[in-house]
Every structure is written in structure tokens, then in C-alpha cells.
Antibody, heavy 119, light 107 residues
């Protein structure tokens, strides 16, 4: 069974840091591009970051560039998002999503982890 | 950045009716557009990719069409489980972007 399970969300103060993880199983992880997509409460979907299967290509939304860092560990079938200098507007459910090869559609989805940035 | 504009924002229909959702891009996408369905409290689900290809397991009442800047998602006959929010997404260029969504609600 294909699974993506996010963890690491929680409540953090503005300016703080958080590291999200996504554990993958049931598919050949290193053949999938991986992504983070977020959704603020009651709002639409926003793409955050993508990383290719071999980590050669990495992309960020302007809203997080310089503050967030995406990485992956193919030996552990895991995806990460290091989030620094967090702001209130980063409050959202963060989804881990998989894209086959370099077809940057979101074919596989986790259930999401909630990040709340508040003092 | 490519902007995707979805219309209408809300579509009120009855089960069995046909739903037609629109997604317009600020520049040509060729066919690099996907559609997703999201129900409350759930992650989105990929329905259509490359404008007209159904993802595995998606019922054939869902169809996608269009190219360039104008795209359509059609649900031929609404089932009760189809009432949800639908998003389009482009992969033509970075940054990847989503439309604002269309909510299909029960009339």
C-alpha cells in the first residue's frame, strides 16, 4: 500500500523553526519527485517546494525562499522540510506529495501535518 | 508566474446534473494542466493530468479538455460523493501554481 506520513508539525512562535518529515512506503521512492504543498485554514492550495528524485533539482516558492530548505534521504525513504524564521502567514496544513519522475503533478498525498505560528 | 483563474467560484447543482468547471491560464500551458478534488478534512486527490488523462481509479464520468489557456473539467452526472472543491494546477513552468478552486455544492 502506498503511504506518505507527515510528522513534525505543531505550535511555534514567530521567528521560530520547525522540521517536517514525510515517511514514504509502498513505492519506489527515488523515482518520484517529492513536494510540499500547504493549505492555510479555509484557503486554497499553495505549492511550497519540490525536489527531484536524485536531489539534483530543487525549487521553492518565493514566499519561502531563503527560509525553508527541502531535502530527502532516499536510503530512508524520507522527505524533509526545514522551516526557519517562521511567520504567522506560514500557518497551514503541510502536505507531502509525490510526483512520478519529473511529471510535476501531485499523484500521491499524505494526510498533512498542521503548523501553527503564533505567539 | 502563471496565474490560474477558476470559474465559477461556487457551482450549485443537483445529483445527476452535469458540472462544467473552467480554468483559465495567464499564459499558454500547452497541455500541462491537472485537476484535483478535495473533500473537507481530506488531502486532495489527482483526477486528471495533462489536461485530459484520467488518473488511475478515477471514474469515467470525470473528463478534462482544453489546451493553451482554456481548460474544462466536466463531471457528466454528479454523484453524491462528487460534491467537493476542485482545483486546477499547472506544471508548465516554475513556480507551480494552483487555481483558487471551485466548490461544487448541492442545490
Amino acid at each position: 500500500e502506498v503511504q506518505l506520513v507527515e510528522s513534525g508539525g505543531g505550535l511555534v512562535k514567530p521567528g521560530g523553526s520547525l522540521r517536517l518529515s514525510c515517511a514514504a512506503s509502498g513505492f519506489t521512492f527515488n523515482t518520484f519527485g517529492m513536494n510540499w504543498v500547504r493549505q492555510a485554514p479555509g484557503q486554497g492550495l499553495e505549492w511550497v517546494s519540490s525536489i527531484s528524485g536524485d536531489s539534483t533539482y530543487i525549487y521553492y516558492a518565493d514566499s519561502v525562499k531563503g527560509r525553508f530548505t527541502v531535502s530527502r534521504d532516499n536510503a530512508r525513504n524520507s522527505l524533509f522540510l526545514q522551516m526557519n524564521s517562521l511567520r504567522a502567514e506560514d500557518t497551514a496544513v503541510y502536505y507531502c506529495a509525490g510526483s512520478p519522475g519529473t511529471y510535476w503533478y501531485f499523484d500521491l498525498w499524505g494526510r498533512g501535518t498542521l503548523v501553527t505560528v503564533s505567539s | 508566474e502563471i496565474v490560474l483563474t477558476q470559474s465559477p467560484v461556487t457551482l450549485s447543482l443537483s445529483p445527476g446534473e452535469r458540472a462544467t468547471l473552467s480554468c483559465r491560464a495567464s499564459q499558454s500551458l500547452s497541455s500541462y494542466l491537472a485537476w484535483y478534488q478535495q473533500k473537507p478534512g481530506q488531502a486532495p486527490r489527482l483526477l486528471i493530468y495533462d489536461a485530459s488523462n484520467r488518473a488511475p481509479g478515477i471514474p469515467d464520468r470525470f473528463s478534462g479538455s482544453g489546451s493553451g489557456t482554456d481548460f474544462t473539467l466536466t463531471i457528466s452526472s454528479l454523484e453524491p460523493e462528487d460534491f467537493a472543491v476542485y482545483y486546477c494546477q499547472q506544471r508548465r513552468s516554475w513556480p507551480l501554481t494552483f487555481g483558487g478552486g471551485t466548490k461544487v455544492e448541492i442545490k
